[in-house]
């Protein structure tokens, strides 16, 4: 055991915004404005259409130039949020996934709490017109949903984004200080475990027939991403699994 | 008396947005948007640039374009906030106007009291790069300021017309009561008032020396336009002023 598990009295960074498949430079170079108006300026990018670093993006970033030039670039969703405890999901309209569901106001109250009790937290903004898909919500531990007008939603990227980090600044960390207590496993951890069962489950037959097997993956995932599981769960479930094997196998 | 001098039940439309001498129709069209976002609908409009109808408004307001087509034109700030009770004057610093400041939640809880009590409320947006001009800032009751980066202000038009909406959809009323039970006066009666009173004082050579006469002027226009007077006040102020110079005169 290091120290870094010991419950530590510091406070993690302030949120990472994670821009997945962004489309125009512009809308990122926007974002980054957004942001910076509210003092958060720790940006991740998944596979932005147009590579990186994109010269659109710098010119409408004016003044808030930094946040690009110390943006990470990732493959994935997966990837881009591996080292993270807690991720919020932003999405116009709920689909069919089992999330608990926050107005920005009360998960940004969340996300403080989480920060000062040394969790890191990430949020998932999609391409400007089609927004996340089921995969990376599946990787989210709640949705972040605008209330808007039901008959008409025009919100574009930047004003999504505007809008998180507007209550980031106004949240007093009143959310739910139980969650932040929790020594929540990070986000990477998550994902192994997740693929250990998907794999496991694969090699057993579970995931049929044949054309219903992605959307029972996509379901798993999106439990073990939803789940506030701890390190100790994880490593139990990991556990759970191999001796389960272990047994089936005759070991 | 008519009977609309009695407290009414009904509560008053939603605010009217005042986006005071707009130079982009693109931004008048966005700002229409981002109200229909949150289901406001009432805008009006003061003097904008290019003149109104502007084509290049209406194929930036896609979808809200109903707005655009009800908003009123005004020649000047007074003029488009004649007949509201109670108007607030975004800007992103505070200049030298004695005016209470209020964060955009803060004063949109106030906003859904007053309405709440019959009152008509008004929020005015001033022009792209100068913002709102002292002598606009000097007809409103009080000042909404985002709390944004001191070292980083970059909110454009639609945007900050985003965060007023937003915060008036999440508003839930709780604000100052007391105000909201007041018999406010229109902001046409202020006007008249402030206009009474400069005029009386002008010829009383009140504004000396000629080159400080403006800002003493501003001063007054703003106090009158700060205070939570009620018609009763009003007539009170008129009738006060009347007095004194009937008095002096040996009327």
């Given at each position: 055991m290091s120290e870094s598990s010991a419950p530590t009295p510091n406070a993690a960074p302030d949120p990472t915004?994670?821009?997945?498949?962004?489309?125009?430079?512009?809308?990122?170079?926007?974002?980054a404005r957004a942001m910076w108006n509210f003092e958060l300026d720790r940006m991740r990018l998944v596979a932005p259409r147009d590579g990186w670093p994109?010269?659109?993006?710098?010119a409408l970033a004016s003044g808030a130039g930094?946040?690009?030039d110390q943006a990470g670039v990732f493959e994935s969703t997966a990837e881009a949020v591996a080292d993270c405890d807690y991720v919020y999901a932003t999405t116009a309209r709920v689909r069919g996934l089992t999330k608990p569901v926050l107005e920005p106001a009360d998960a940004m109250?969340?996300?403080?709490?989480?920060k000062a009790a040394g969790k890191k937290v990430a949020v998932l903004f999609g391409p400007e017109r089609a927004g996340l898909e089921n995969e990376d919500v599946a990787r989210a531990n709640a949705i972040i949903t605008v209330p808007v007008n039901p008959?008409?939603?025009?919100?574009?990227?930047?004003?999504?984004?505007?809008?998180?980090?507007?209550?980031?600044?106004?949240?007093r960390g009143s959310g739910d200080g139980a969650l932040a207590q929790i020594e929540l496993a990070s986000r990477i951890e998550v994902e192994k475990l997740s693929d250990h069962y998907e794999q496991r489950l694969d090699e057993a037959g579970y995931f049929f027939p044949e054309q219903k097997a992605e959307g029972m993956k996509l379901v798993l995932r999106n439990m073990?991403?939803?789940l506030?599981?701890?390190?100790?769960?994880?490593?139990?479930?990991?556990?759970?699994?191999?001796?389960?094997?272990?047994?089936r196998d005759g070991g």
């Open positions: 915004f994670v821009l997945v498949r962004s489309q125009m430079g512009e809308n990122i170079g926007g974002a994109n010269p659109r993006a710098v930094r946040l690009l109250d969340e996300a403080r709490a989480l008959e008409f939603y025009s919100l574009n990227l930047a004003q999504c984004v505007l809008l998180i980090a507007y209550e980031w600044r106004r949240a073990w991403g939803r506030p599981l701890t390190r100790a769960d994880v490593q139990m479930l990991h556990g759970m699994l191999r001796q389960i094997l272990r047994k």
